[in-house]
Protein backbone atom coordinates (compact mmCIF):
# COMPACT_ATOMS: atom_id res chain seq x y z
CA UNK A 1 0.00 0.00 0.00
CA UNK A 2 1.17 3.62 -1.10
CA UNK A 3 0.63 6.32 1.13
CA UNK A 4 0.48 9.69 -0.35
CA UNK A 5 -0.54 13.29 0.91
CA UNK A 6 -3.27 13.43 -1.23
CA UNK A 7 -5.35 12.32 -4.33
CA UNK A 8 -3.53 14.76 -6.09
CA UNK A 9 -0.19 13.65 -5.45
CA UNK A 10 -1.67 9.46 -5.56
CA UNK A 11 -2.44 11.19 -9.16
CA UNK A 12 0.86 12.56 -10.10
CA UNK A 13 2.70 9.16 -9.85
CA UNK A 14 4.30 7.73 -12.34
CA UNK A 15 3.25 4.31 -11.56
CA UNK A 16 -0.49 5.52 -10.81
CA UNK A 17 -3.21 2.76 -12.72
CA UNK A 18 -6.40 4.97 -13.13
CA UNK A 19 -8.15 1.64 -12.59
CA UNK A 20 -7.61 1.84 -9.09
CA UNK A 21 -8.90 4.73 -8.49
CA UNK A 22 -11.67 3.76 -6.03
CA UNK A 23 -8.82 2.59 -3.63
CA UNK A 24 -8.05 5.80 -2.95
CA UNK A 25 -9.23 6.71 0.37
CA UNK A 26 -8.08 8.31 3.60
CA UNK A 27 -6.18 6.20 6.08
CA UNK A 28 -9.14 6.54 8.38
CA UNK A 29 -11.25 4.32 6.12
CA UNK A 30 -8.73 1.79 5.30
CA UNK A 31 -8.18 1.74 9.06
CA UNK A 32 -11.69 1.02 9.41
CA UNK A 33 -11.71 -1.80 6.81
CA UNK A 34 -8.42 -3.27 8.46
CA UNK A 35 -10.42 -3.33 11.99
CA UNK A 36 -12.74 -6.23 10.37
CA UNK A 37 -12.91 -9.67 12.12
CA UNK A 38 -11.33 -10.96 9.20
CA UNK A 39 -8.11 -9.62 10.29
CA UNK A 40 -8.60 -8.64 13.77
CA UNK A 41 -8.88 -12.86 14.32
CA UNK A 42 -5.73 -13.66 12.58
CA UNK A 43 -4.16 -14.96 15.62
CA UNK A 44 -6.63 -16.88 16.79
CA UNK A 45 -5.24 -20.77 17.01
CA UNK A 46 -8.20 -21.66 15.05
CA UNK A 47 -8.45 -18.71 12.48
CA UNK A 48 -8.76 -21.40 9.49
CA UNK A 49 -11.87 -23.09 11.27
CA UNK A 50 -13.33 -19.46 12.11
CA UNK A 51 -12.81 -18.33 8.51
CA UNK A 52 -15.35 -21.11 7.64
CA UNK A 53 -17.81 -20.65 10.55
CA UNK A 54 -21.03 -18.75 10.56
CA UNK A 55 -18.59 -15.50 12.10
CA UNK A 56 -16.13 -15.96 10.15
CA UNK A 57 -18.35 -16.29 6.91
CA UNK A 58 -20.34 -13.12 7.98
CA UNK A 59 -16.92 -11.15 8.80
CA UNK A 60 -16.32 -11.88 5.26
CA UNK A 61 -18.60 -10.56 3.53
CA UNK A 62 -18.98 -7.60 5.20
CA UNK A 63 -15.33 -7.18 4.18
CA UNK A 64 -16.16 -7.87 0.90
CA UNK A 65 -18.56 -4.90 1.05
CA UNK A 66 -16.42 -2.50 1.77
CA UNK A 67 -13.78 -3.14 -0.21
CA UNK A 68 -12.87 -0.26 -3.25
CA UNK A 69 -14.19 -2.32 -6.74
CA UNK A 70 -11.16 -1.79 -9.48
CA UNK A 71 -12.81 0.04 -12.64
CA UNK A 72 -12.09 -2.17 -15.65
CA UNK A 73 -11.42 -0.06 -18.44
Known sequence: MNLFRSEEHARNW???DPAMEPSLMPVADWADIFSNPFF?????SDYISW???DAGAAAFR???GRLPRRVEG
Not at 40 to 44: A, D, S, V, W, Y
Open 62 to 64: ELR
Open 51 to 53: TRS
Open 40 to 44: RERGR
Open 14 to 16: NGF
